[in-house]
């Protein structure tokens, strides 16, 4: 399986991004829950964002009511919507495979997409 994300960029606070995760290989994809992960700088990678393969969602409280995870079973796609970004919210986001929350991901790590907001 291949993870492939994308849309990051630079974006002023409390700007907006929309981050994309295309998932290729490994058959039909609706049948797993997805996850968006993050890692800043000098910090270990973190959850923040899960949905269930019947679309049941959960957030970190560090990005619920700003971040919103979706996703388009007919095209393998994840999508992370970041909305009211802040400086700390400045990371590498990487999507994986994972069934529920308190699982492990499943598949080796993508290259991820940076994140930047500055001003």
């Known amino acids: 399986v291949q993870l492939q994300a994308s849309g990051g960029g630079l974006v002023q606070p409390g700007g907006s991004l929309r981050l994309s995760c295309a998932v290729s290989g490994g058959g039909r994809q609706s049948i797993y829950g997805m996850a968006w992960y993050r890692q800043a700088p000098g910090k270990q990678r973190e959850l923040i964002a899960h949905?269930?393969?019947?679309?049941?969602?959960k957030y970190a409280n560090s990005v619920m009511g700003r971040f919103t995870i979706s996703r388009d079973n007919t095209k393998n796609t994840l999508f992370l919507e970041l909305n009211s970004l802040k400086p700390e919210d400045t990371a590498v986001y990487y999507c994986n495979r994972q069934v529920y929350w308190d699982d492990s991901p499943r598949d080796t790590w993508g290259q991820g997409t940076l994140v930047t907001v500055s001003s």
């Open positions: 949905i269930t393969s019947g679309g049941s969602i």
